[in-house]
């Protein structure tokens, strides 16, 4: 049997497919290729362009490659985005997801895993913070994630499938090899801004509010590394396969780093210096977000490999000076961060 990924070609799918194809697993992938790429998967794995939300296509798919599993990553990812234009986020997040999970009943799928968010918790009364906290989302964004874990919860109740939502901490790094990265032009993730200024491709890095109360005024983020959360989906595929019930989990180290130590890691990882522009607050940011892990290292087999902030900066700067020389363009003007 196989699963489907949607959203493979993309950064955090691309690196699940080869987690999942380096355990044995048969995968077939889905992605309209708008921010991911065909070259980032194995040779060996079947990649079907199109939309996620497409159900003729997406039962074909099922249909053909036996598909008995989806892990769903397709969506749309960037905050600010999501504040300036909330109805994409809606019909690109919510609605594929409902149009997606229409078809995984119609066929019987009976395992899925979501690719969830920690904005679904706002800002949090208690950090880490758990599972069972609160969700109130600030942005649209969050929003369109939480309104898809309640329709995932409802349609796995009334069919008989099983699910795990992962809620993703700040995602960073990249391939220890550096065969695969984030490669989206114009990416938002802090860790990659970074490293595009300390190879010389923006002439500054943004830090939006100073002024929050943590103990350098920046705010606070608790980094997980691109393979290991890989790795916690593959994880999560054997929960479910051998009969794991319906769990949430945070995907996250437990440990919050501010933004500008992050900044400061970069510049220790790649010995250069770079311009910093301190900026307003962003609407739609979370001032603290850091998660207890306490739950998915005891429901899962999993454990994180590569928790440490300076290892995670070396890896993306690693796949950032790869990724600069096979452009092989000039140094870009700096944007906002």
């Known amino acids: ?37 065909s070259a980032f998967l194995p040779g060996n794995v079947p990649l079907v362009i199109g939309d996620a939300g497409d159900d003729d296509l997406v039962e074909g798919v099922i249909a053909k490659h036996r598909v008995d599993g989806i892990i769903h990553f397709a969506g749309s990812v960037v905050v600010p985005d999501s504040m300036r234009d909330p109805l994409a986020y809606y019909r690109n997040n919510t609605m594929t997801t409902r149009s997606l999970l229409n078809v995984a009943v119609k066929c019987g799928v009976k395992r899925f895993i979501f690719s969830s968010t920690a904005a679904v918790y706002g800002n949090p009364d208690q950090v880490p913070v758990p599972e069972h906290a609160p969700t109130r989302p600030l942005s649209p964004y969050g929003s369109s994630k939480l309104m898809t874990e309640i329709m995932l919860h409802d349609v796995a109740s009334a069919h008989g499938m099983n699910y795990v939502v992962l809620r993703y901490f700040n995602v960073a790094g990249a391939d220890p090899q550096a065969r695969i ?157």
């Not at 350098?216 to 983020?221: E, M, Q, T, V």
């Not at 892990?293 to 902030?309: E, F, G, K, Q, V």
């Not at 690693?318 to 944007?335: I, S, T, V």
């Open 181 to 337: 990265g984030l490669a989206t032009v114009g990416a938002t993730h802090l860790l990659k801004i970074a490293v595009e200024a300390a190879t010389g491709q923006r002439a500054k890095i943004d830090v939006f509010g100073t002024d929050y109360p943590t103990p350098d005024g920046s705010c606070i983020r608790d980094f997980i590394h691109v393979s290991d959360l890989a790795e916690a989906h593959r994880a999560a595929l054997s929960y479910l396969t051998a009969g794991g019930r319906s769990v949430t989990l945070n995907c996250g180290y437990g440990r919050g780093t501010s933004v500008l130590e992050t900044i400061e890691a970069v510049r220790r990882v790649a010995r250069r210096n770079f311009a910093v522009q301190y900026a307003p607050r962003r609407p739609g940011d979370i001032m603290t977000m850091v998660a207890d892990t306490s739950r998915i290292r005891a429901t899962l087999d999993w454990a994180p490999r590569y928790d440490d902030l300076d290892t995670i900066a070396a890896h993306a700067l690693a796949w950032e000076k790869k990724l600069f020389q096979a452009r092989g363009g000039p140094a870009q003007q700096a944007e906002s961060a």
């Open 1 to 37: 049997m196989t699963v489907l990924v949607t959203g493979g070609a993309g950064y955090i799918g691309s690196h699940t497919v080869q987690a999942l194809a380096a355990a044995g697993e048969s995968v077939v992938v889905i992605d309209n290729l708008s921010t991911g790429f």
